[in-house]
T-cell receptor, first 114, second 114 residues
Framework: ETGVTQSPTHLIKTRGQQVTLRCSSQ?????VSWYQQALGQGPQFIFQYYREEENGRGNFPPRFSGLQFPNYSSELNVNALELDDSALYLC?????????????FGDGTRLSIL | AQSVSQHNHHVILSEAASLELGCNYSYGGTVNLFWYVQYPGQHLQLLLK??????LVKGIKGFEAEFIKSKFSFNLRKPSVQWSDTAEYFCAVNKHNAGNMLTFGGGTRLMVKP
């Protein structure tokens, strides 16, 4: 069973640029959630996609956007990058979006903004 | 909005010592509770979860947690730690019947000395 995979592993960008991060969900999972983990903090929920629609959103500005594709893979897009966007971005998938469905996490993409 | 507090940011123990990591959440409704672990260089993994029923739940690798509703707590315990338990531990919560998006605590970094 293939787990959650994320690409790229590391990325360096400058302020004002745009970035796209990618995530392939675990086999059999149709729900993908994205989290931002700043250094020394716990992950913070950005948004969730279920059946190609946004299914919930955390307290992040509109310049954070996403997509989910028919194969349930997902992208996280961030526009107008700011220094505070430097973080580890985690993708998690689950079989369904129900509260009793555990989330399975990928290794993350470490984004550094210069 | 709910929040999760982990009061111990860093814990250092010797092998065979007992472990208890604190987790408190603030939310007046029914919640699902989780503990995740992140070993060095690895992704977040689910240690255990509580949805309902017996408030004492057992997870992998000898860990257990007790849900005390009156105290809004879900503390993690292990009777005898091993060097291989060195990791960062995250408590997380979601609202019952409102999706599986997680609110995480800030994490506790555990170092076990051999």
């Amino acid at each position: 069973e293939t787990g959650v995979t994320q690409s790229p592993t590391h990325l360096i960008k400058t302020r004002g640029q745009q970035v796209t991060l990618r995530c392939s969900s675990q086999s059999g999972h149709n729900t993908v959630s994205w989290y931002q983990q700043a250094l020394g903090q716990g992950p913070q929920f950005i948004f969730q996609y279920y059946r190609e629609e946004e299914n919930g959103r955390g307290n992040f500005p509109p310049r954070f956007s996403g997509l989910q594709f028919p194969n349930y893979s997902s992208e996280l897009n961030v526009n107008a990058l700011e220094l505070d966007d430097s973080a580890l971005y985690l993708c998690a998938s689950s079989k369904e979006p129900g509260g009793n469905q555990p989330q399975h996490f990928g290794d993350g993409t470490r984004l550094s903004i210069l | 909005a709910q929040s999760v507090s982990q009061h111990n940011h860093h814990v250092i123990l010797s092998e065979a010592a007992s472990l208890e990591l604190g987790c408190n959440y603030s939310y007046g409704g029914t919640v699902n509770l989780f503990w995740y672990v992140q070993y060095p260089g690895q992704h977040l993994q689910l240690l255990l979860k509580y949805f309902s029923g017996d408030p004492l739940v057992k997870g992998i690798k000898g860990f257990e947690a007790e849900f005390i509703k009156s105290k809004f707590s879900f503390n993690l315990r292990k009777p005898s730690v091993q060097w291989s338990d060195t990791a960062e531990y995250f408590c997380a919560v979601n609202k019952h019947n409102a999706g599986n998006m997680l609110t995480f605590g800030g994490g506790t970094r555990l170092m076990v000395k051999p």
